[in-house]
């Protein structure tokens, strides 16, 4: 039986993407994501749960995210689950369970850096932008 890491998730940045650069140059950008889920209760009412996952982009969409993403921003994230496991300052293990994205999709126009400041003329709750409105 073969086994699949494939990971889907829509939701809002919880706060601004934080870019590196590593020793070899690839950029990467933490970004902290807030994914609502509800469901009913044993009572019948709806009890609505928020999840917060950690995402990792890499290469040109890092820096892309960066530029365009911040907190709040809505965004879908496809990616693979990720273990990162490492020892603290005092020798216990630590790990962490994160997203690596493959693909990251504003659902929002960014702001146009000419009208940078001024209210979006765009609908809410309007479509997403289409592969070839997105800026990466």
């Not at 950690?54 to 890092?62: E, F, K, L, N, V």
């Not at 809505?74 to 997203?99: A, C, F, H, M, Y």
Request: hydrophobic letters at 30%; proline letters at 6%.
């Amino acid at each position: 039986m073969s086994s699949m890491n494939h990971v889907i998730l829509m939701g809002n940045l919880t706060r601004d993407p934080e870019m590196r650069k590593l020793p070899s140059g690839t950029a990467v950008a933490d970004l902290s994501l807030a994914v609502s889920d509800n469901y009913k209760d044993k009572e019948g009412k709806t009890v609505d749960k928020t999840v917060f996952v950690d995402i990792a982009a890499w290469g040109r969409q890092a820096e892309t995210c960066s530029e365009f993403l911040k907190k709040g921003s809505p965004i879908t994230v496809e990616g693979k689950l990720q273990l990162d496991q490492w020892e603290n300052g005092n020798g216990e293990k630590r790990s962490k369970l994160r997203v690596r994205a493959s693909r990251v999709q504003f659902l929002s126009r960014p702001p146009d850096k000419k009208s940078e400041g001024t209210p979006s003329t765009k609908a809410e709750g309007a479509a997403p932008l289409t592969e070839e409105e997105v800026p990466f």
